[in-house]
């Protein structure tokens, strides 16, 4: 006979632990959430799953014409711009779409959590691989262009997979408190959109660090998804790697996130787990 296994309200959560636990256990359940979460949105598309390349490819086209032909911005290192704009609207689109997601996901499973014991972290965290999945598929767009440009894949961007990783944590992390805080005060989703818009305006994905005043610079620099974006296009195009202070910075970001992500999660579980 197949052991049964049964929700105990009162049983205690250690943090991380029981979170990492819950993904490993429901894994399947996490594989079916990111799948239907990538099926979902293009289900009703002429394009499908094309759009999630020409998305970022007409984005990138509108801000080519604006930025390299008006303005006419100029990349440190003779890089050639559309290589340039293409990383940093890959990885802010990646972290924007994250956030929203997996901030949203809670409240969007109400229906379903209310009813049927699951870990809501699973909810939670499948948005955040479903966005590493799109984001994937663009990196091997950016390499396409980045041949087709001349400016080549140097043997770093085998490494680029390092980045991504602690992004994804770091997207998991703040997915988890949004969500938690949303499920007792909707407007914080409202919030979050406010301040993600800002956060893509303080992040030199289309404009170069050069061009900001030096006494605005340290607005850039406190912005951890910097040092993310400059890690991940060293590694991709730049053939080197960033200053250690990014590194260090991208570590701890992420792993703190993520801690406090989990930390709020075992903080309100209960709570989530029979939302109103």
């Given at each position: 006979?197949t052991?049964?296994s049964?929700?105990?309200?009162?049983q205690?959560?250690?943090?991380v632990?029981?979170?990492?636990?819950?993904?490993?256990?429901?894994?399947?359940?996490?594989?079916l959430?990111?799948?239907?979460?990538?099926t979902?949105r293009?289900?009703?598309?002429?394009?499908?799953?094309?759009?999630?390349?020409?998305?970022?490819l007409l984005?990138v086209?509108?801000?080519?014409?604006?930025?390299?032909?008006?303005?006419?911005?100029?990349?440190?290192g003779g890089?050639?711009?559309?290589?340039y704009?293409?990383?940093g609207v890959?990885?802010?689109?990646?972290?924007s779409?994250?956030?929203?997601?997996?901030?949203?996901?809670?409240?969007?499973?109400?229906g379903?959590?209310?009813?049927?014991?699951v870990?809501?972290?699973?909810?939670?965290?499948?948005p955040?691989?479903a966005?590493?999945?799109?984001?994937?598929?663009n990196?091997?767009?950016l390499?396409?262009?980045?041949?087709?440009a001349?400016?080549?894949?140097?043997?770093?961007?085998?490494?680029?997979?390092i980045?991504?990783?602690?992004?994804?944590?770091?997207?998991?992390?703040?997915?988890?408190?949004?969500?938690?805080?949303?499920?007792?005060?909707?407007?914080?989703?409202?919030?979050?959109?406010?301040?993600l818009?800002?956060t893509?305006y303080?992040?030199?994905?289309?404009?170069?660090?050069?061009i900001?005043?030096d006494?605005?610079l340290?607005?850039?620099?406190?912005?951890?998804?910097?040092s993310?974006?400059?890690?991940?296009?060293?590694?991709?195009?730049g053939?080197?790697?960033?200053?250690?202070w990014?590194?260090?910075?991208?570590?701890?970001?992420?792993?703190?996130?993520?801690?406090?992500?989990?930390w709020?999660?075992?903080?309100?579980w209960?709570?989530?787990?029979?939302?109103?």
């Amino acid at each position: 006979m197949t052991p049964r296994s049964y929700y105990d309200s009162d049983q205690p959560r250690r943090l991380v632990v029981s979170e990492i636990t819950n993904l490993r256990r429901y894994r399947g359940l996490l594989r079916l959430l990111v799948r239907r979460d990538l099926t979902v949105r293009y289900k009703r598309s002429m394009l499908g799953v094309w759009w999630t390349l020409l998305n970022p490819l007409l984005t990138v086209a509108v801000m080519w014409a604006v930025f390299s032909t008006i303005f006419r911005f100029e990349i440190p290192g003779g890089v050639p711009y559309v290589v340039y704009v293409l990383s940093g609207v890959m990885l802010i689109t990646f972290f924007s779409q994250g956030v929203v997601a997996s901030g949203s996901s809670i409240v969007g499973s109400a229906g379903i959590l209310s009813k049927v014991y699951v870990p809501a972290e699973v909810f939670a965290v499948a948005p955040a691989l479903a966005a590493l999945v799109n984001f994937g598929i663009n990196i091997l767009l950016l390499l396409v262009v980045q041949l087709i440009a001349g400016v080549g894949i140097p043997f770093t961007a085998l490494l680029a997979p390092i980045p991504l990783l602690f992004l994804v944590m770091f997207v998991a992390g703040i997915g988890m408190m949004v969500a938690s805080l949303a499920v007792a005060y909707r407007d914080v989703l409202d919030i979050v959109g406010v301040l993600l818009t800002l956060t893509m305006y303080a992040t030199p994905g289309f404009y170069p660090v050069t061009i900001v005043p030096d006494r605005f610079l340290f607005l850039i620099h406190i912005n951890p998804l910097y040092s993310y974006l400059e890690v991940f296009r060293g590694l991709v195009y730049g053939g080197n790697f960033a200053p250690g202070w990014m590194w260090a910075v991208m570590v701890f970001t992420a792993c703190g996130s993520l801690l406090l992500g989990a930390w709020t999660f075992s903080r309100s579980w209960r709570r989530l787990a029979v939302l109103v």
